[in-house]
Every structure is written in C-alpha cells, then in structure tokens.
DNA sequence: CAGTGGTCTAGACCACCGA
DNA sequence: CGGTGGTCTAGACCACTGA
C-alpha cells in the first residue's frame, strides 16, 4: 500500500522528464527510451508512464511516433510550418521565405528587460543582446523584428552564431545553446509604420502595420526572450485557429 | 474476440457523445450520466469512455468537474472571461464590457457567403443576416463589428433576439437557437479606420485599427457565422498564447 | 454520507515501422 | 521479424462535492 500524495504520480513522473529535458539529458530529436523502461525506470505502471508522456505531448514538448518512440520535440525545419509563427500570405499557400540579420548588438537591460527576465543588475558590461531582423519572401520583405535575449543565456551570441536562413530562430536558440522557448505570449497591436519600418517594408510612412510583442518562455516559465515584430498586412495577415473541429 | 475495427473504440464512443449533444439530447450547462453508466449504455470499459470524453474536454466541448459531474461546455457569461475573445485592455484588468445593436437587415448571400455558408442559391427572399454591432467599456467603443449568418439557421431572428447587454452573442446563439460554435479561425490586418468604423470609435480618420476576420464553424467543421471586427489599439489590445506551460 | 470524477495498476492484443 | 506506441479491459482506491 501506498502512502497519500500530494500531487499524483504520472506528474511526479511528468516533472521528472521535465528535468531530465532541462539537463539535456535527451536531445531534441532524439527518442526516449521506451515506455515500459520508463516504467521501470520510474517505478509506476506504463499507464502512469503514458499519461506522464501524454501530458508532454499536449504541451507539445514530446512527439509520439507510433512503431518508432517518443521523441523530444525539435522546432520545425525549412519546408514544414514554423510553430509560433502565424504569418500567412494572403493569396496562396504557405511559402518559404528567409530571415536576415540587419544588426545586432549588446546593451544594459532597461527597467523593463530586467522585469521580464528577472534580471540582476550590477554586472558592468552589457545585460542583453539586441538584433534586428527582416523576413521576406520572393525577394520581398514583409516583416521585420527587434529581438532581445538575455546575455548569460546566450554566451558569445554574434553574428556568425545568427547565420541568415530559412530556418527559424529558435531552432537555433535550441541547437547551439540548448534554450527551449515551448510557450509565447503575444499581444497586436495596428500602429502607423516607423520611418525606418516603413523603409523596409516598402510601405508609405504612416501606412498601418501589425506591431506583435511577444514574449517567449521556457520551461517552468521562464522568459528567455522577447520581440517585437512589424508586419505589412497588404499581402499576409497573421492567423489565429481556436478550438479543435468537433 | 472482438472483430477487427477501423476506428478506435473511444473515438466512437466520441463521436456517440457528439451525435446526442447535436441533437440536444444533454444541453449546454448541463451534465451528462456518470462514466459508469456511460460506460454500460455503450458496452465499454469505463477507461473508454474516459478517453472519449477525454479527447471532447480536449476540444472544449465539455467540461469535467471533480465531484460533480461532466458538464456541455457553457460558453461563458458576464464577468468571467468570453471563449474566443481576447480583446483585453493594455493597462488594469480585464473589465466588463457592453454590446449594442447598431443594426440588423436581411440580405441576399454573395459568392463569399455562398461559399464560407455552403448555400443553396436558389430562393427567392434573404439569405443572410447581417448585423452591426458596437462594444463599449466604460462609456468608450473600443470595437465594431459586421457579423454575418445564414437564415436557416437563425429563424424569425430581429432585433428582440439581440437583446444588448454583456453576454457573448455565441452564449445567446447557444440559448436561443441551438448553435453552438466550437471553433473560429481569424485572419489580422491593420488597416486604416474607414469613415464610419472612424467615427463609431472615435478616431481620426485613417488612423490604424486592428481588423479580424473571423469565420465560426460549430460540429463536423461547418461554418455558421462571418464576421469581421474593428478594433482600435490605442486603449487595447488582441492577446494571443501558445503553448502550455511545462 | 453517497456519488462523482481522478488516479493507478497489471495485464492483453493491435497497428505500425524498419531491418 | 522484433520493437515501438495505440487501444482496451476490469478492476481498485483516492479526493472532491453537496446534501
């Protein structure tokens, strides 16, 4: 007989991968061990295993592949849907389109950075990193976006760490510098356009853009990063699906 | 030995679930027989019928509450938060707000509608309804909206069966007509105040204002109603999460 | 207190995958 | 073919709810 829990099992079970994640002890894209050696591993039933995992795989940090295994997540590659990234072109489907990196720099965290990231503040040098970058598709920029992470989290970030690419960033964030980002919060916002906004996109000044502040977690909530993004929305829109068909 | 199946037991029992809820057989708000019972009523294990019910809390279809029961999903009521609603002020909390009915005329569908609706064509009267709807907060419009639905589904709709107040229009749908909407896909733009959204917001003329497109679908995906909405965001803001936290 | 959903077990067979 | 996750069973005890 088991003594009384407080929390139950399969999410002892579930916080316990969760570590394991953290610790990098399985990388992204690799598989887990199986559930029956999880089970053993973790002395419960393969049930508890399976609603642990269950769980992960809701919160989209696990894939389950049937006959295969289960897989940690990898933020999605050129060609498939980025996660996170709700930019459709207006007319016809979704179509590849490259990042660049315009600039990049270091600074003192402002009042604001400190807040989100939970900052110390006493170090001398620079606090956070600050890039811009621009998106276009077909040659043609359609948004562009200030990003700002924390320092310590990215140790000796430059440019060469930011190649261009039709990758998503924060493949990068997870393959160079083991930073998960699994949950972003966003708010839009329709402003006039920045001369210097404008100028990218090709737009009039004072032409409306959607401005997107996002702030991106990882696990157990911890903000790592945040941007905000200027979208031109003569040609895309951002799209936004809620509720799953019944 | 049960026979071979090319659909999952629960997902059949899911799909049971669905069918008596389309036909009202358990109301919104409502709860339905227990799991055991479920469970004799369609010749299953309780753990099936758990998965089935499972995967419709899943999709916001129905609720379990520990203790009491498994609930139809209620689409909320004042003072708690409005499914598919995330229009939220920039600063304090979110506040109660006020809808008014501008205006309601029927109308013969277009292609648009013919095709979101699935129409037939052929009749002589309406086919659409089409309303103009204001919300307020604190005295202030901060938003405006054209919403569009199929008469077949809305009979002897008028302007008694929009009363104003701060109920969500899917709650009154729900309540009066039997509708339920369980999914909506929302395409953002910025774009310019026309005159009368302008006006209706009080804006200056051309300032930017955030436009959602949305279409709701209720079970099997079928579409029910069209609208599309002006916000300004100046005082507020469109609120987007992804994913959960780990 | 009785009734509900929540958790958990220890199995079984199935469908899928890749060698 | 062996190994994986997917489905399913028939129970058990727990925690929560409301009368």
Redesign the interface.
Known sequence: MRAMRSTPLYKEVRDQI?QSLVRSEWQPGEPLPNEKELAKRYFVAISTVRAAIGD?V????LVRKQGKGTFVNQHNFRGSRY??F?VVPNRGSKEPFNRKLISIRKEKADAEAIRTFGLQTTRGGGDLYRMRIKLSARGQAFAVADVVVPIHLFKNLDVNGIPNGDESLYTLYQQKYGVNI???????????ASSSVAKALSLLPDE????VRRIG?????VAVEQRTTW?Q?RDY??????????
């Open positions: 969760v992960l809701d919160s989209d940090v996660r996170f709700n699994i949950r972003v919060v966003e708010q839009l916002y329709a402003v006039k409306p853009v959607l401005e977690y990882t696990f157990y909530d979208i929305t829109h951002y799209l936004v699906t809620q509720g799953a068909p019944g």
